[in-house]
């Protein structure tokens, strides 16, 4: 999750947000680049005397900032277009779970299982126990296992939401009328922190997402305890 002072992104636990890092890192170093090199040419003509102010025109120039500003959207844009391929890629999941964005909570709905759904709402400030989070606990937690692939259908019952975990590299609006869908692989193990990114209301702030990822056993035993309760309480 985020800490103070945090200048770049959250550690990675998913391979399509390390994707990401990278690519934000290729990127950044081109942008660095480019940056470098406008700054040397504005010092140089401060410094300088124009002794080439004379001249009305170079083909060799005009070759190279045409063809040279080409070639870094290129490689800009092809491993760009690899990720968003690859975001979009959805074979096979292990599991399936409907999150519908309300105003203001989340609610899941595991579709694999015959009975198995909840809400998940934000714990106040003065409910919170040693250890957890203001403004991004919720009393239930997303269960996932890891090492799995994971799809999230996302839809909203009344207004325009945003389902995000910056950590597992997702992040998919949910809209009234409309399923949309999204897949992570949680590659280890943790309790991974997202928010709502759809301003949707006086309480937009106060919804957070809470994405448990654990070994498959454990799921298999949570969903156990969850399916049982379910009855019970039917």
Known sequence: ??????????????????????????????????????????IAMVSTKLTNKYILDSQEIEIVWTVLPAV????IALPSLRILYLMDEINDPHLTI??????????????????????????????????????????HRM?????SPIRVLVSAEDVLHSWAVPSLGVKMDAVPGRLNQTAFIASRPGVFYGQCSEI???NHS??????????????????????EDASLES
């Open 206 to 227: 106060f919804m957070p997402i809470v994405v448990e990822a654990v070994p498959l056993e454990h799921f298999e035993s949570w969903s156990s305890l969850m399916l």
């Open 98 to 139: 409907k999150a519908m964005g309300h105003q203001w909570y989340w609610s899941y709905e595991y579709t694999d299982y015959e009975d198995l759904g909840f809400d998940s709402y934000m714990i106040p400030t003065q409910d919170l126990t040693p250890g957890q989070f203001r403004l991004l606990e919720t009393d």
């Open 72 to 75: 870094i959207l290129v490689l």
């Open 1 to 42: 999750m985020a800490h103070p002072t945090q200048l770049g992104f959250q550690d990675a636990a998913s391979p399509v947000m390390e994707e990401l890092l990278h690519f934000h890192d290729h990127a950044l170093m081109i942008v660095f680049l480019i940056s470098t090199l406008v700054l040397y040419i504005i």
């Open 143 to 147: 269960v996932v296992p890891m090492e």
């Open 200 to 202: 949707c209301g006086a």
